[in-house]
């Protein structure tokens, strides 16, 4: 049977040889943790390390190297960031499309640390006015936390336009970037945020395990570690260096991810962010047009390939949507995800909740023949149904 895997949204897949290629040879022809030996292998393993970090720090347009912090993932980036800048009384803002990577931590702050937190609500289709943003800031705000698109609906929100919103306040500003890294344009600086949270295994086309946080001096500062330990540096002091990237990377890196990110970021750079972002457009504006013509489908989010990450979610009338992903899989090879894809708040948003959607999120491996073997697997089951 012909497999379509349209999840890209939760993970890359299938991944380029030259990504499993990259951690393999530096497992066999290197090995040894970096920082930690002044012998060849280990400085080889700091060699590759500084420049994959250099390599980051050029893509998102940060201005020196050390301000890419590397971590497990993005879910641990946004809990570096909240927690170890959120004091007891803070008030933060985020939208009613955030994923629980930033509701959960919040959550707990609002419990422990008596934080306070708004939630502007976002429109139907996922959409935001930044003027929401600017009306819900007072005088103890400390923090936006915003996605750039929605890992449910692929909505943009106004991410440059609450930047100049916050530009010269004593706020400081945070994006997700999990759905846009590796499709859209990101400059650190242009954005006017002071955290750039990404994740390797989506659109950055690399392994999982592996994404960093992007952060400016100011934010660096104000911001505590989340974890404290060994760094490879000054290690006759009992406490943790205050100075990047080592004040937030304890512990021995995942150097064999960070490998494997670099040749995701390389592939990146060599296919062209304009070309991949082209091909997943095409390849969404395809779907939702073939969408459109099935009457018993709904279709969420703004339905405009120009105002979305190469996401979308729907459900079909009198159909479970997990039936639905199970039928796609089970009598035509597609692959799906179904659910409250861990962001319940944006199911509320766009009237999904509790039941969720089933979600198509297409990637740089999709073809025009895949989106027309799911519109043609969809028509089946509804004629069948």
């Known amino acids: 049977m012909r497999e379509v895997y349209a999840d890209h949204a939760a993970t890359t897949f299938p991944r380029h040889p030259q990504v499993p290629e990259a951690m393999s040879s530096f497992l066999l022809d290197i090995g040894c943790s970096p920082g930690r030996g002044g ?23 940060v201005p020196q190297p050390e301000q890419v912090v590397f971590t497990p993932s993005v879910t641990y980036s946004l809990n570096l960031l909240i927690k170890g800048l959120l004091q007891q009384g803070d008030h933060v803002i985020i939208s009613s499309m955030e994923h629980n990577s930033v509701v959960r931590p919040l959550t707990r702050l609002v419990r422990e640390r008596a934080v306070t937190l708004d939630v502007v609500q976002c ?19 400390k923090l936006v936390v915003l996605t750039h698109a929605s890992n449910v609906t692929g909505t943009f929100l106004p991410v ?3 930047g100049e919103i916050l530009k010269g306040k004593d706020i400081f500003y945070a994006i997700d970037v ?34 960093g946080l992007c952060i400016s001096e100011r934010a660096a500062e104000a911001t505590e570690s989340l ?13 943790q260096p205050g100075f990047l990237p080592d004040k937030f990377e304890s512990g021995t890196l995942n150097v064999p991810g960070i490998a494997g990110l670099a040749a995701g970021v390389k592939l990146v750079n060599e296919l062209g962010l304009e070309t991949l972002q082209k091909h997943k457009r095409e390849l969404t504006a ?3 047009l073939g969408l459109a013509e099935m009457p018993e489908i709904e279709v969420y989010g703004t339905k405009n390939p120009h105002t979305t990450a190469a996401t979308v979610s729907i459900n079909v009338k009198g159909m479970d949507n997990g039936d639905l992903s199970f039928m796609l899989e089970q009598g035509f090879g597609i692959m799906t995800r179904s659910g409250l894809h861990c962001s319940p708040l944006a199911h509320r948003t766009i009237g999904t909740f509790p039941q969720g959607t089933l979600r198509f999120s297409l990637g740089w491996t999709n073809t025009s023949s895949d989106v027309e073997h799911i519109l043609s697997a969809l028509s089946e089951i509804i004629r069948e149904n």
């Open 39 to 61: 012998y060849r292998r280990s400085l080889d393993a700091s060699r590759l390390v500084y420049d994959s970090r250099a390599l980051m720090a050029e893509f998102f347009k």
């Open 123 to 141: 429109n139907t289709d996922g959409t935001l006015d930044p003027l929401q943003v600017k009306n819900a800031i007072n005088n103890q705000t």
């Open 160 to 162: 440059h336009e609450v």
């Open 178 to 211: 999990a759905q846009t890294a590796g499709s859209e344009s990101l400059g650190f600086g242009a954005m006017n945020c002071d955290y750039l949270a990404f994740t390797g295994h989506k659109g950055l086309l690399g392994p999982p395990g592996i994404g």
């Open 227 to 239: 974890v404290e330990g060994g760094t490879g540096s000054r290690s006759e002091d009992e406490n």
């Open 286 to 288: 395809a779907l939702l």
